[in-house]
């Protein structure tokens, strides 16, 4: 996906698409299926044994963030905080005025307003208040004046624990840097990426190889930077290819579908050479149409049809002109669609032609130009001709496959927003510039907040793997959780008493599967371990590890 600096109207690359991926060595996009991250993903076995009932217990309550504090969730002493706080829309706002206090003191500090297409528009209050010998709760107060005609004042206590309390995966972390033939890879000690850097690395130079072979270029030298936090839908592209490489992993592709992120990001590092006019969509349709689906391995024919059949495909016109205002799964679908539509009935080079018309006009009047010129047909003819396209195709299962999808990522970056925010504003100098190596890798503590991570990441795997009767009821109880703000009833009290269990037991939960007797999990991150599960005396217990 792009990422668009409302300020600067600066234009980046966000990653959207992951597919199921292939092993290292695998040069078919669309047909791999191997994990490419197999230490990283659910390590958890099925038991035959029916898992005991528990008595049911009262839905717990999670805190909503308003404001924005990073590096966080949790602040320890030491940390320079910045603030962001979500104001809604996209180039919906200007700024007339803003002021931030703590404990009833205004900061020194000029605000902005910057966005992207996931989080919106969102005020950044950068580098304000350092937290030495401020150990404690501490109200921090946002004013603000929008044009048109929006006030803002926002209160919300935050609380800085003592240094010592800072996890020991962040304690003497620096970046360390890769030299291989196609990027400078760039990651941090003890992290995820760190453990399986040579893994890693391999992969990130077999797809570039790829990406060169059908782009038909040479890329240019990438800069490419993994980090162990999950940053929105799982990384972005723009001066730098960031992408996020973790254990505790709830993204849209999952730690099994990370070669299909590199690849989609590196489809945007070879179109930033060759673009210029193009406009927004077709540059992530055409990520999209090469990496064989979005966030998974999807069937591009079928999906757009079941697109259709939900009545939410939008006529081409409408899709150039107000991409950024629609639902996100469903305009990535459309433009992959297109892209293909384009490959199959007017060929490779013919795609590349439009995605290469050098003209200054934008949105519909772009494509209209361009399939005159590349094509020989204007835009209603190639509406006509993607309408019987689209048209031959039956939807399958894609249709169920496509309405789960729209439905758990929509509850998915509401629980981000809301409870596990990512940091938009690193992205502008360089994530590795910042001066505080935290904000790659810090990541929630709570068991409440891990327990929906880790249930999120269960609905994930489920629609991945295609079981989707048993990823409605899940994909469901996300989104009672969003909606209720409290987790602890239904499936969502098992991984809550699962993720308790194991803090108990001095662990961080990882991943885990109802109904088996085993959880992934970590107490020396990036070290993954499994420990034994079961319940005794009416409540979740680790009993043994391994």
């Known amino acids: ?6 300020s600067s109207i600066a234009l980046f690359a966000l990653v959207v698409a992951a597919c199921t991926p292939g092993d290292p060595g695998s040069s078919s996009t669309a047909a791999t299926t191997e994990a490419a991250r197999p230490i990283t993903t659910s390590s958890t076995t099925t038991t035959e044994q029916p898992t005991p009932t528990l008595p049911a217990r009262r839905p717990v309550p999670l805190a909503e963030l308003e404001v924005w504090a990073f590096p966080g969730p949790n602040h320890y002493e030491g940390d320079v ?20 206090s703590v404990d009833g003191q205004v900061l020194d500090v000029a605000a902005s307003i910057n966005g992207d297409p996931l989080l919106g528009d969102y005020l950044v209050f950068a580098d304000v208040f350092d937290t030495t010998n401020r150990v404690g709760g501490h109200w921090v107060e946002v004013t603000a004046t929008l044009a048109p005609f929006r006030e803002l004042d926002i209160t919300q206590r935050i609380v800085v624990t003592p240094a010592a309390g800072r996890p020991a995966q962040e304690t003497g972390s620096s970046w360390m840097v890769e030299e291989t033939d196609c990027c400078n890879i760039t990651y941090q000690e003890n992290t995820a990426a760190a453990r399986d850097i ?18 038909g270029l040479g890329l240019s030298r990438v800069d490419f930077v993994l980090i162990d936090t999950l940053w929105g839908n799982g990384g972005y592209a723009g001066r730098e290819v960031v992408v996020s490489y973790l254990d505790r992993d709830y993204s849209p592709g999952r730690g099994s579908t990370f070669r299909q992120t590199v690849l ?18 077709l540059i992530e349709g055409v990520a999209v149409q090469f990496t064989g689906g979005h966030f ?8 757009v049809k079941a697109l259709d059949l939900r009545g939410e495909l939008p006529e081409l016109d409408e899709l150039f002109d107000t991409f950024p205002d629609m639902q996100h799964e469903t305009r990535y679908v459309a433009v992959g669609a297109f892209a293909e539509y384009l490959w199959q009935e007017f060929g490779s080079e013919a795609l590349f032609d439009v995605f290469d018309s050098q003209l200054q006009v934008a949105g519909s009047a772009w494509l209209d130009a361009a399939a005159n010129e590349a094509l020989g047909i204007d835009l209603v003819a190639l509406q006509t001709g993607f309408d019987v396209w689209v048209g031959s195709h039956a939807p ?9 999808t729209i439905r758990l990522q929509e509850a998915r970056r509401a629980f981000q927003a809301a409870h596990d925010p990512y940091p938009n504003f690193f992205i502008y100098p360089s994530v590795t510039a910042t001066g505080q190596d935290s904000l790659a890798m810090r990541d929630p503590l709570s068991p409440r907040l891990v327990a929906v991570e880790a249930l999120i990441a269960y609905a994930q795997d489920l629609i991945i793997g295609g079981d989707l009767e048993a ?49 992934l999990v970590t107490d020396n991150a990036p ?14 217990v680790v009993t043994a590890t391994r």
């Open 1 to 6: 996906m792009r990422f668009r600096l409302v």
């Open 81 to 100: 905080l910045t603030f962001q706080v979500p104001i809604g829309g996209f180039g919906t706002y200007s700024l007339e005025e803003a002021a931030v």
């Open 198 to 215: 040579e893994q890693l690395v391999q992969i990130i130079d077999e797809s570039a190889r790829e990406v060169e072979g059908h782009f």
């Open 264 to 281: 989609h990001e590196l489809a945007h590092a070879a179109t930033d050479q060759i673009e210029f006019s193009t406009p927004w969509p």
């Open 296 to 303: 998974k391995s999807e069937p591009l024919g079928p999906r």
């Open 396 to 404: 399958g299962n894609q249709v169920e496959d496509l309405a789960l």
């Open 471 to 519: 990823a409605a009821a899940v994909v469901a109880e996300v989104e009672r959780v969003v909606d209720e703000k409290s987790v602890g009833t239904g499936i969502s009290g098992e991984f809550l008493a699962v993720a308790e269990a194991v803090a108990a037991a001095g662990y961080e939960l990882l991943a885990y599967e109802p109904g088996s007797n085993t959880a």
């Open 527 to 540: 070290e993954l371990q499994t420990v034994d599960i079961g319940i005794a005396d009416g409540a979740w």
